[in-house]
């Protein structure tokens, strides 16, 4: 008698799981609930609030575990939680579920560039970039950029940041970036030209305002070092950028 009704209620538990699965009415419920425990686990992320956003993402999980905007939130969080593991395993998954989906592959390239894997960053920032369902894909050729810098690929570096530049000649960060290395490598004219010209028609920032400082500085132009530096103290004045000059030895006032 036991074994007949046990029998019996696992087979009712079991029909209530299949019509479960296949409802379409209950299917969306429970997609759209992972799409508010998704928007929630973030937004927890966001604020540092880590346990929270890990119950949140682990009950999205279970929502829809096929959703790649899921995957993607997990392995960030599991990225913050210096579980690298798991974070790979979710940026993975992400990327299976929507393969062409430039965010995720720009946000894998982040996290392979921040542990050190180059290579596979680049390699995933450029497929972003080439994506053509990317809306700034300035913005991965100047992180390709910014990872090649970091393995002293200086030469690839540059040529990064020039294809970011001929995208979005406005893009103050690759300017920046590559005045730098002009600056780094005793190219000081290249360095100089490539400010002034930057800085004579687009807007200034305090970064690029503290290397034409130094630029000027080592070419032995006091007389623009000094109104640099007095632009970096008036526009920022508050800015670690201006409170640098005081290595300088530069009197701006």
């Given at each position: ?70 995957q993607s939130a997990r392995a960030l969080l599991f990225e913050r939680l210096r579980e690298p593991a ?50 700034t894909p300035a913005d991965a050729f100047d992180n390709a950029g910014v990872c090649l810098r970091a393995e002293h690929h200086d ?99």
């Amino acid at each position: 008698m036991r074994s007949a009704l046990r029998g019996l209620l696992l087979g009712v538990l079991g029909t209530l799981v299949l019509y479960g699965c296949s409802n379409p009415q209950l299917i969306r419920q429970r997609h759209r609930a992972a799409v508010y425990n998704t928007e929630l686990g973030v937004a927890y992320l966001q604020r540092g609030e880590l346990a929270l956003a890990k119950e949140k993402l682990d009950q999205a999980e279970r929502e829809n575990p096929d959703s790649p905007n899921v995957q993607s939130a997990r392995a960030l969080l599991f990225e913050r939680l210096r579980e690298p593991a798991r974070a790979d395993h979710a940026f993975h998954r992400a990327l299976e579920l929507a393969p062409r989906n430039p965010d995720y592959q720009n946000d894998y390239a982040v996290y392979l560039c921040s542990s050190g894997r180059y290579a596979r960053g680049v390699k995933y920032f450029l497929e972003a970039a080439r994506n053509p369902l990317y809306l700034t894909p300035a913005d991965a050729f100047d992180n390709a950029g910014v990872c090649l810098r970091a393995e002293h690929h200086d030469a690839a570096a540059i040529k990064m940041f020039k294809t970011a530049l001929a995208i979005n000649p406005e893009f103050s960060s690759a300017v920046w970036e590559l005045a730098e290395l002009d600056y780094k490598h005793g190219r000081l004219k290249q360095a100089h030209s490539e400010l002034v010209q930057y800085l004579s028609t687009h807007h200034e920032t305090a970064s690029l305002l503290l290397l034409a400082v130094r630029v000027m500085h080592a070419q032995g132009d006091t007389l623009d070092a000094v109104l640099y530096a007095r632009r970096l103290q008036l526009d920022y004045p508050d800015s670690p950028q201006a409170r640098a000059l005081s290595t300088l030895g530069l009197n701006s006032g």
